[in-house]
């Protein structure tokens, strides 16, 4: 078996039966303009071999990437979680033989088994587990893998031959939301029980091969606590039966195996090749945070039309959805005397407003609130971005231009209470629902990357079949007839 890292969670593999694309993000930037495979790499699209599996892991950003999808081959067999925007997407592209596939699911090319393997967090998402007659390689992507999980994929394998780990307790919101930048220990060392137990003949650390660049950059020295170098050392640590078989794999590296032998191509990729490795820009250091926000208006909108927008939209549109559903969604709000101020960023200025739930007739009311309790800033031109449905929530909360806390409480004579963590949500949150924003610029994605020939599409020709086998599928060869 081989494995060609693409980069980050971008793989290709090729077992003895088949060869299969798993996660394509084949262009950078990606994620709506803020993160960068790193090391820097460069995808020469011309090259990418045929396939006959293409598998989607989840619908994150940085492993569901519309123009790379919309580039690629339509016919192919695709397999993805039960997710229904990942398959409405899809099939908005082209594709049209889509395999939805709940935990631990099967599927049968030639001698080659491939296992969805489950993941606690439920976007839906899993990792996967190839098999062939050379090996077994479990690429875990970013799934939190229960011990549940594990012991399920040792009493089908009796040996993980090669582990593409999940290893990086990230810490990419914790800045915007006031929660901990202290080293993640407890994270950390779940990561390192779960490779101890499934004791690996061989690891590589997976995913997480990204930066964040222009004006989300300083979330790389925040978002990264553990080093690749110092991870690849933990393990040796933690499994010293490993030996040398840890693995950093870089973009365009291949890691080829079989019956326990492992070979490192490096840079022998012949359609990915690595341009640049700048690592020191990624060290953890959260005590260098600046605490600045700044609008670098990166999409470049117009001034005056992005002021007139967000005014008209925090000082009507917004107090009058708010009073609207003070009986359903701002319930908890008015029973803690929230009084919520919101201060957006401009490229050369910023404005504040603060909105008292506690009065009848909720209004945008300028300037500082010294009652305030629940605080969120946001750059303009991402708050725009919102109103336009042109950008979304990771942009904004994953690319750093988006920061909130609360402190919300009521003083009693017999001490303070407060509400429940997460009871009380951001308004902005409620006015511009995640999942309504995200399908939209999913769809608008597909208007521009999906049009017919636009993005030089590859194309060809359907040659299989799946058949579902009891809880098995099984990819089947049609007839040549020519």
Known sequence: MEIHM???????????????????????????????IFPKREVIHERIPEFDLLIISHQHLDHFDIRSLAYLPKTVDVLIPKDKLLETCLRKLGYSQIYPLGDFSEVKVGSTSILTTRSENRVPEYGVVFADQSGVFWNQVDSDVSPDTIRFVKSRYRHVDFLLATWQPMLETNYQSNRSLSFPYSVYNKLLGNISVIRPKAIAPGANGFKFINGSSWLNQ?????????????????????????FALDPGDILA????????????????????????????????????????????????????????????????????????????HCRWNVIYQLEIVFPNSSRKWSFDFLEENIQARSGRNPFANFFTTITASSFYGLLKRV???????MGGYYRSFNKIYIATPHGIIKPAESKIEDPLDLRFPYKDIFETIRQREIE??????????????SK?????????????VKENKN
């Open 6 to 36: 693409i980069g980050h969670a971008s793989i290709f593999v090729e077992t003895q039966d088949c060869k299969i694309l798993m996660d394509p993000v084949l262009w950078d930037p990606h994620a709506e303009g803020i993160e960068d």
């Open 222 to 246: 925040i978002a990264f606590p553990v080093t690749r170098e110092q991870f690849c050392e933990d393990v040796k640590m933690v499994c010293p039966e490993i030996g040398e078989n840890v």
């Open 257 to 332: 195996f079989k019956n326990g032998e492992f070979s490192l191509l490096s840079e022998m990729c012949q359609f990915v090749k690595k341009v640049e490795d700048d690592r020191e820009s990624l060290d953890f250091s959260p005590v260098k945070v600046e605490g600045s926000l700044i609008d670098d208006n990166p999409d470049n909108y117009n001034l005056d039309e992005m002021r007139e927008a967000i005014e008209e939209e925090v000082c009507f549109n917004l107090p009058k959805f708010i009073i609207g559903k003070k009986d359903s969604l701002f319930l908890e």
């Open 391 to 397: 950008k979304g929530w990771d942009s904004a909360h």
């Open 448 to 461: 521009k990357w999906g049009q017919p020939n636009g993005n030089g599409s590859i194309s060809n020709a």
């Open 464 to 476: 299989t079949l799946m058949m579902k086998i009891g809880n098995t599928l099984v990819r089947l």
